[in-house]
């Protein structure tokens, strides 16, 4: 009997043993964080203001964590169908949800979305926030707001607009717009702002209040004409072009910002190396030099900032929506 017990001890020290050596490699795993490339969804299409932005971070946030960034684009129905796609990843880090401020428009807009975005998806940083322009059709017989006002109150509902898509901010900034000037026209929703503004250059459609860095080109090339800003105060970019505040709109402002998160549950030490590379990328002297071109504005923050700004915006665009009455159900 005394035999048995201490081969019976020794076989339980040895199964313990075991099992310790089988928890040591998944320690190790999750300690090493990235050991694999990561995916970056972007809920638009490829060429687009927020697409544009994203590369660019991927690119310097590649080198900050020694791991390749790779960009999925995942276009359509206002960025939902991205950031669901996210927001139903497995929380481990290796899925990023490179959003913009439709993720605070959505849950007043659509009243069944297929993600809760505070309680399936968690904020790591703001990264940058882009003004929108009210750019024209180099058809359309304006030079200025004042002209274009007159212009759409003379014609009701035969002049169209694009957007980057239903309950975009693209298109509640020019529906907001119009509704001030008491004047009337046709939204076209396209998906994403690419496919919009080439339908704009080619006269398509006739106006669009959409992000500086997507127009830029086209404003280059003399395809559209830029006629104001959103800003609250003239661009360092564009000195010469006015706000549409000063232009006979006291008080109007819009912008599309964007942020980087991830699947809620995802763990504390990934967040806070995501949001340190974040915030260094951001302060890159060669990032925000590329930033500036676009008329980009670099931002950064703590995952709580974001999620205290998140919590505001979708608090001030529920009140927008309800004046505006738009409604994508």
Same mark, same amino acid.
Request: charged content about 15%; proline content about 8%; glycine content about 8%.
């Given at each position: 009997?005394?035999?048995?017990?201490?081969?019976?001890?020794?076989?339980?020290?040895?199964?313990?043993?075991?099992?310790? !050596?089988? *928890?040591?490699?998944?320690?190790?795993? /999750?300690?090493?964080?990235?050991?694999?490339?990561?995916?970056?969804?972007?809920?638009?299409?490829?060429?687009?203001?927020?697409?544009?932005?994203?590369?660019?971070?991927?690119?310097?946030?590649?080198? $900050? =964590?020694?791991?390749?960034?790779?960009?999925?684009?995942?276009?359509?129905?206002?960025?939902?169908?991205?950031? /669901?796609? *996210?927001?139903?990843?497995?929380?481990?880090?290796?899925? #990023?949800?490179?959003?913009? +401020?439709?993720?605070?428009? +959505?849950?007043? =807009?659509?009243? %069944?979305?297929?993600?809760?975005?505070?309680? $399936?998806?968690?904020?790591?940083? !703001?990264?940058? *926030?882009?003004?929108?322009?009210? *750019?024209?059709?180099?058809?359309?017989?304006? %030079?200025?707001?004042?002209?274009?006002?007159?212009?759409?109150?003379?014609?009701? &509902?035969?002049?169209?607009?694009? +957007?980057?898509?239903?309950?975009?901010?693209?298109?509640?900034?020019?529906?907001?717009?119009?509704? /001030?000037?008491?004047?009337?026209?046709?939204?076209?929703?396209?998906?994403?702002?690419?496919?919009?503004?080439? /339908?704009?250059? &080619?006269?398509?459609?006739?106006?669009?209040?959409?992000?500086?860095?997507?127009?830029?080109?086209?404003?280059?090339?003399?395809?559209?004409?830029? #006629?104001?800003?959103?800003?609250?105060?003239?661009?360092?970019?564009?000195?010469?072009?006015?706000?549409?505040?000063?232009?006979?709109?006291?008080?109007? $402002?819009?912008?599309?910002?964007? &942020?980087?998160?991830?699947?809620?549950?995802?763990?504390?030490?990934?967040?806070?190396?995501?949001?340190?590379?974040?915030?260094?990328?951001?302060?890159?002297?060669?990032?925000?030099?590329?930033?500036?071109?676009?008329?980009? $504005?670099?931002?950064?923050?703590?995952?709580?900032?974001?999620?205290?700004?998140?919590?505001?915006?979708?608090?001030?665009? %529920?009140?927008?929506?309800?004046?505006?009455?738009?409604?994508?159900?």
């Amino acid at each position: 009997m005394n035999t048995r017990h201490p081969t019976s001890r020794s076989k339980r020290h040895l199964c313990l043993a075991a099992a310790a !050596l089988c *928890v040591l490699p998944l320690q190790a795993t /999750a300690q090493a964080w990235p050991a694999r490339p990561i995916t970056m969804v972007v809920p638009f299409p490829p060429g687009g203001p927020t697409d544009i932005v994203a590369r660019l971070l991927a690119q310097q946030m590649s080198q $900050e =964590l020694g791991q390749s960034i790779v960009i999925d684009n995942k276009p359509g129905a206002n960025g939902n169908i991205g950031n /669901a796609a *996210v927001a139903k990843s497995p929380a481990d880090g290796y899925t #990023l949800l490179y959003n913009t +401020s439709s993720i605070a428009l +959505s849950p007043a =807009l659509y009243k %069944k979305l297929s993600y809760d975005v505070n309680k $399936e998806l968690a904020p790591v940083a !703001l990264a940058a *926030v882009v003004p929108l322009a009210l *750019v024209v059709h180099t058809s359309v017989p304006v %030079k200025n707001v004042q002209e274009f006002q007159a212009y759409v109150r003379a014609n009701p &509902g035969k002049l169209s607009y694009g +957007s980057a898509g239903n309950g975009n901010v693209t298109h509640l900034g020019a529906f907001q717009m119009l509704r /001030a000037m008491g004047a009337e026209a046709t939204h076209i929703p396209y998906k994403g702002s690419a496919p919009a503004d080439l /339908a704009l250059a &080619g006269g398509q459609i006739e106006f669009m209040t959409d992000t500086i860095n997507s127009v830029i080109p086209f404003i280059k090339d003399k395809r559209m004409n830029l #006629l104001a800003v959103t800003t609250p105060q003239r661009m360092a970019l564009y000195p010469d072009v006015p706000t549409l505040a000063e232009s006979g709109l006291p008080g109007f $402002e819009a912008g599309a910002w964007q &942020g980087l998160m991830v699947p809620a549950g995802t763990s504390p030490e990934i967040i806070a190396k995501l949001n340190a590379a974040v915030n260094k990328v951001l302060k890159n002297p060669q990032v925000m030099a590329k930033l500036a071109q676009q008329g980009t $504005e670099p931002l950064g923050s703590t995952p709580q900032e974001y999620g205290a700004y998140l919590q505001k915006e979708l608090k001030r665009w %529920k009140d927008v929506v309800a004046v505006t009455g738009v409604s994508l159900d």
